[in-house]
Nanobody
Framework: QVQLVESGGGLVQAGGSLRLSCAAS????????MGWFRQAPGKEREFVAT????????YYADSVKGRFTISRDKAKNPVYLQMNSLKPEDTAVYYC?????????????????WGQGTQVTVSS
């Protein structure tokens, strides 16, 4: 069974940091573009960051640019999202996603696989 499993979410004060991890099982994702999305209560799921299969190219939503960093360890198959200078508006469930045969994954409908999500709550 193919699975993406996120971890690292939690409660943090504004200005703090968290590091999310996404572990894969059931297949290798080394040739997949990987991404992070988030969904706040009452809102649609939105793109946060993506990284190419090689790990050399990244792309971010304007709302997180300069604060979040996506990275991947191809040898071990996980993907990370380092989140710094967190704001209350970053509060959401964060999802890891994978897309085969593409450089990036930035659109919800493009994703081939999803994780179950991890909650991030930023208090003011």
């Amino acid at each position: 069974q193919v699975q993406l499993v996120e971890s690292g979410g939690g409660l943090v004060q504004a200005g703090g940091s968290l590091r999310l991890s996404c572990a894969a099982s059931g297949r290798t994702f080394s040739n997949y573009a990987m991404g992070w999305f988030r969904q706040a209560p009452g809102k649609e799921r939105e793109f946060v960051a993506t990284i190419s299969w090689s790990g050399y190219s990244t792309y971010y939503a304007d709302s997180v640019k300069g604060r979040f960093t996506i990275s991947r360890d191809k040898a071990k198959n996980p993907v990370y999202l380092q989140m710094n200078s967190l704001k209350p508006e970053d509060t959401a469930v964060y999802y890891c996603a994978a897309r085969g045969g593409a450089a990036y994954v930035t659109v919800v409908d493009q994703c081939d696989y999803w994780g179950q999500g991890t909650q991030v709550t930023v208090s003011s």
